[in-house]
């Protein structure tokens, strides 16, 4: 009964819509647009109106009766014709609306089993400056965020997070765009060669950490250059960093890494004393030189973190090798003569990234990423002590691509909880919501998660039944009325009813099949209403705003 008052409605006003227009529009097609010049006893448009407004229904339905009947002065060939012309848009709009609409979900307004809904355009608009995240589908009008906090992103390999999202906001290519502070950790290094000459063009100091020259940067970075070493906290978080977390319930590997960051911030402290200070030396007194470091640790025996250190050095091989086998995973990095190279010197301070004019990218090649995560850690590490104990000018952001490869590192779960408060938003990307799981096991994926105050998803797989039902869920449940026709029995009238029942905003099928270029939207702030929003994906190879501010390769090509 719904659908067919809906669709009577609108074929009801689509007939009305032509009673009132359809004449005047024939005459103009078939006459032009200057009135002054149509023949004597046509009507004009203020005549017409002029009927409507009089009720002068008779004129109105004799006009078109003679055009029904191809007797009609006002027009060649009598008028059927172009009726037919004026007629043919309004019978497809009726049609499109009756047969592409699905009138079968009646919202109701009740909301009993949910009212969630998508963005209206009023909501878009006030997106108009910050961090863009796509195109508005209707306007075509970039979607920008103003955060203070953090941002999380989760889309399948080769779907579009550099060409949308990294390097659009990295080019500034409006005046409402972000034009802030950035650390990029760069997995392919295509992200600084795009955007990299444009920041300098921006008046910014860019530096890039390329440890393997992956992009041509040739800065390093000393983390003894201010090494504290009276600061022993440090120094037990940058052993924690430089090992990878334990992961399970394995009290073994617990135990080793707990000591091995003991004997860590022992060689440390030896290294600090010597000749040569930095992490090669401390990669040569634990590997090289285990006499030359007992004999430095017995100089600072009063330092209670020497005598544990040395403690550990002085027990029996079996106790001992296991924890000098765990340290090693820390250093092993070291044993390229370019990586020691890197961290043997300094070409610029953490601290110039407070200033709010100097980019830091870091290319980490792909190939490598397992090997060189100890020594990332500690980089993100230091960039987030750095951050707690300076004041940031403006707002920075810390662009994490495949967040994953750095394996678990529980200062980033710290991170995003802290640094939002301190001036600094991460915005980390994924693949899947279950590599974070993987990573860093439900909690702290509902962690990374619930910290965010966007999240965007796209290319949700089919592969994966479990993810699109969870993101289908997120989106919501709305309420719609549902008619029920009962069957009657014969010479009885059948029953019709109408009940309250929950549907999806967007079914799990949906969002597997849903557009390549189009991106969904979770907004979680306090300034922007909380409704999920459909965009289309900025992509920085075919948008005109792009066009001469941006450098690279284009991306190969499928088969």
């Not at 609306?97 to 998508?118: C, Y």
């Not at 929003?533 to 001469?548: A, H, S």
Request: neutral net charge; hydrophobic residues 45%.
């Amino acid at each position: 009964m719904l659908r067919n008052l809906q669709n009577g409605l609108v074929i009801g006003g689509t007939f009305v819509a032509l009673i009132l227009f359809g004449y005047p529009l024939a005459a103009t097609g078939q006459h032009g647009f200057n009135s002054a010049l149509w023949p004597t006893g046509v009507v004009h448009w203020w005549q017409w109106y002029g009927y409507v407004v009089s009720f002068n229904w008779p004129e109105i339905l004799d006009r078109y009766g003679q055009m029904l009947r191809n007797v009609s002065n006002d027009f060649a060939w009598g008028g059927r014709v172009i009726l037919g012309f004026t007629a043919a848009p309004f019978a497809i709009a009726a049609t499109w609306l009756i047969k592409g609409k699905d009138f079968g979900l009646v919202r109701d307004l009740s909301g009993v089993f949910g009212a969630a809904r998508w963005a209206n355009a009023a909501e878009l608009g006030l997106m108009k400056s910050g961090l863009e995240l796509g195109t508005d589908k209707s306007t075509g009008r970039a979607v920008r965020v103003s955060v203070e906090g953090n941002l999380l992103t989760i889309a399948a390999p080769r779907k579009g997070k550099s060409a949308g999202l990294l390097i659009p906001n990295l080019v500034y290519p409006e005046l409402d765009a972000w034009a802030g502070p950035a650390v990029v950790i760069d997995p392919k290094g295509a992200v600084f060669l795009s955007v990299s000459k444009r920041r300098r063009e921006l008046g910014r100091t860019v530096r890039c950490v390329d440890p393997v020259n992956l992009v041509g940067g040739t800065d390093c970075w000393n983390p003894f250059e201010h090494l504290d070493p009276n600061d022993i906290l440090y120094l037990q978080l940058t052993a924690q960093a430089l090992l990878p977390e334990s992961v399970g319930a394995n009290d073994n590997t617990g135990y080793f890494r707990s000591r091995a960051v003991d004997l860590l911030v022992g060689a440390m402290l030896v290294a600090h004393q010597s000749n040569e200070p930095g992490l090669p030396e401390v990669l040569r007194l634990l590997s090289e030189e285990p006499a030359i470091f007992v004999e430095g640790l017995n100089k600072l025996s009063s330092q209670p973190a020497a005598r544990i250190a040395l403690g550990i050095m002085m027990d029996d091989p079996k106790t001992r090798d296991p924890i000098k086998s765990t340290t090693a995973q820390a250093l092993s990095w070291l044993a390229d003569e370019r990586l020691r190279n890197l961290v043997s010197s300094s070409s610029f301070d953490l601290t110039d990234l407070m200033s709010g004019d100097v980019d830091l990218f870091i290319a980490v090649p792909t190939d490598y990423n397992e090997t060189l995560a100890p020594l990332f850690r500690w980089l993100l590490a230091d960039i987030f002590n750095t951050i707690r104990r300076n004041r940031l000018a403006e707002r920075l952001v810390i662009f994490v691509d495949e967040a994953a490869a750095l394996k678990r590192f529980d200062a980033i779960l710290k991170a995003s909880g802290e640094l939002p408060g301190y001036g600094a938003s991460l915005w980390t990307f994924w693949q899947t919501r279950q590599q974070m799981v993987d990573t860093y096991g439900e909690s702290g994926a509902a962690t990374l998660l619930g910290t965010a105050e966007i999240v965007t998803i796209s290319d949700v797989p089919a592969s994966d039944p479990d993810e699109s039902e969870r993101w289908s869920r997120a989106l919501g449940d709305f309420t719609v009325l549902v008619e029920t026709k009962t069957v009657a029995k014969k010479g009885d009238k059948p029953s019709i009813s109408t009940a309250s029942q929950a549907a999806r905003l967007m079914t799990k099928e949906e969002l597997t099949t849903n557009s390549e270029s189009e991106v969904i939207v979770f907004p979680n702030s306090r300034y922007y209403a909380r409704h999920p929003i459909r965009l289309r994906k900025t992509d920085v190879l075919t948008d005109k705003r792009f066009l001469g501010i941006i450098d690279g390769v284009k991306p190969v090509g499928r088969l």
